[in-house]
């Protein structure tokens, strides 16, 4: 086990937790998650992460301040997202707003709207968001646990936009002999009145562990495609349905049906899709993507409705990026027509698909909590390329089974540590 504060550029640092099995790298700036590794089968190690050439600082392609995740539809960098929702009908919100909404979104803590946001200070307000100095992740602490042998990293954010309404702090752990990094979020209400907010993590797979012959899958059965996309922006695969439709017969625009769990790889299309998570009798809900060259296999999870207490967050909707090359222009393209440089799938948990949905209210002072945990192991058997078709898990066990073969994944599948580690270093005084 190791826990320690690296340098990655000039002016950002990350904490990397680690064991025998896994590493993973959470940067300060935003919270990311940007290199989550395991070691394959030949022996060498494979980060499961995308790592983006628009990261959302100095460094992207295009700078016009308007263009950088106007679009709500881009990676949410492997983090969480938090977004006040507004108490107003959708007839209500002007475009203006509506475009702020989309570019707060993608961000983790610094999404507090002022209520008196307006046309004159709109580009001012999008210039604070992005400039990094203005955007801070504070890390409060980090140690190691005597008990369980664990490292954790607590964090917070350190926001100073006007009108605050929320604190947040995030806990992550990673285990002794578990090829697992855990995360709690916790939010606090620091307001008068109530609020409602759109809450849920994402993460984005991508090369080198992604490839042409790796399957995905997911707890989620039936599937809905995205609509509201600008046709002139993606070039789309999948065909629009009236109906909720499964992974393995999802419907194709020149007709017939796919198995979209089979990546094809570069495609020159991207289709964004969501689901309607079914919590009251499951133990979890999860995602997966296996790569059968590297014999790796890439799981988040989160609990269902039977492992959740009183604080808990349900996470009530899955979503899902399959892009494949069909978004040709900045910033995923170098030149406006020219060809995307993106080869990644997005999976996401949230309250919300894509910012809509009901969201979930805190009371004046009140304490909620997401609980979410991202696996990376590699397996023996060879047959589990082929994917799997059960979940199961046990105290100390994940078991994904296909017939006669399994995965078995030493974990805590009801986040009993974590939880602990939680009561002891979260403290919002």
């Given at each position: 086990m190791d826990i320690r504060r690296v340098r990655?550029?000039?002016?950002?640092?990350?904490?990397?937790?680690?064991?025998?099995?896994?590493?993973?790298?959470?940067?300060?700036?935003?919270?990311?998650?940007?290199?989550?590794?395991?070691?394959?089968?030949?022996?060498?190690?494979?980060?499961?992460?995308?790592?983006?050439?628009?990261?959302?600082?100095?460094?992207?392609?295009?700078?016009?301040?308007?263009?950088?995740?106007?679009?709500?539809?881009?990676?949410?960098?492997?983090?969480?997202q938090v977004k006040l929702v507004e108490n107003k009908s959708q007839e209500q919100i002007t475009a203006e707003e509506e475009a702020i909404l989309g570019n707060i979104n993608t961000y983790d803590d610094l999404l507090n709207k002022s209520e008196n946001l307006n046309k004159d200070d709109t580009d001012a307000y999008l210039d604070a968001i992005f400039e990094k100095d203005r955007v801070k992740w504070?890390?409060?602490?980090?140690?190691?646990?005597?008990?369980?042998?664990?490292?954790?990293?607590?964090?917070?954010?350190?926001?100073?936009?006007?009108?605050?309404?929320?604190?947040?702090?995030?806990?992550?752990?990673?285990?002794?002999?578990?090829?697992?990094?855990?995360?709690?979020?916790?939010?606090?209400?620091?307001?008068?009145?109530?609020?409602?907010?759109?809450?849920?993590?994402?993460?984005?797979?991508?090369?080198?562990?992604?490839?042409?012959?790796?399957?995905?899958?997911?707890?989620?059965?039936?599937?809905?495609?995205?609509?509201?996309?600008?046709?002139?922006?993606?070039?789309?695969?999948?065909?629009?349905?009236?109906?909720?439709?499964?992974?393995?017969?999802?419907?194709?625009?020149?007709?017939?049906?796919?198995?979209?769990?089979?990546?094809?790889g570069i495609s020159g299309t991207t289709d964004i899709l969501y689901s309607k998570n079914e919590l009251e009798n499951k133990s979890h809900i999860w995602a997966s993507v296996i790569n059968p060259h590297h014999q790796l296999i890439y799981l988040s999870f989160a609990p269902g409705k039977e492992l959740m207490e009183d604080i808990d967050i349900e996470l009530n909707y899955s979503t899902m990026v399959l892009d494949y090359g069909g978004r040709n222009q900045p910033p995923w393209s170098?030149?406006?027509?020219?060809?995307?440089?993106?080869?990644?799938?997005?999976?996401?948990?949230?309250?919300?698909?894509?910012?809509?949905?009901p969201g979930v209210s805190l009371e004046p002072g009140e304490v909620k909590r997401v609980l979410y945990a991202r696996c990376l192991t590699t397996y023996d058997n060879p047959r589990m390329g082929n994917n799997f078709n059960n979940f199961e898990s046990f105290n100390h066990n994940i078991v994904l089974k296909r017939t006669k073969s399994s995965i078995v994944i030493p974990s805590d599948p009801k986040f009993e540590v974590i939880k602990k580690f939680g009561k002891n270093l979260i403290n919002f005084d």
């Open positions: 990655i550029k000039e002016d950002e640092n990350a904490t990397v937790l680690s064991n025998d099995l896994i590493r993973a790298v959470v940067q300060d700036y935003n919270g990311r998650l940007i290199e989550f590794s395991a070691m394959n089968i030949h022996g060498g190690w494979v980060n499961s992460n995308k790592l983006h050439r628009f990261p959302f600082s100095k460094d992207t392609v295009d700078q016009n301040i308007k263009h950088k995740d106007a679009d709500p539809l881009m990676d949410k960098l492997y983090g969480y504070i890390v409060q602490r980090y140690g190691s646990d005597e008990t369980t042998g664990g490292v954790w990293v607590l964090s917070k954010n350190n926001s100073p936009f006007r009108n605050c309404k929320w604190a947040t702090k995030r806990l992550d752990v990673v285990l002794p002999n578990q090829p697992v990094i855990y995360s709690a979020l916790y939010i606090k209400n620091t307001s008068e009145n109530t609020i409602n907010l759109n809450v849920g993590f994402d993460n984005t797979i991508g090369a080198p562990f992604l490839e042409s012959g790796c399957v995905l899958n997911s707890s989620s059965k039936l599937w809905n495609k995205f609509q509201d996309v600008e046709s002139h922006k993606i070039i789309e695969r999948l065909s629009d349905s009236e109906k909720p439709f499964t992974l393995e017969k999802a419907p194709l625009k020149t007709g017939g049906t796919c198995d979209v769990k089979n990546i094809v170098l030149y406006e027509g020219g060809p995307s440089n993106e080869f990644s799938i997005h999976l996401g948990s949230s309250t919300s698909y894509y910012g809509k949905g």
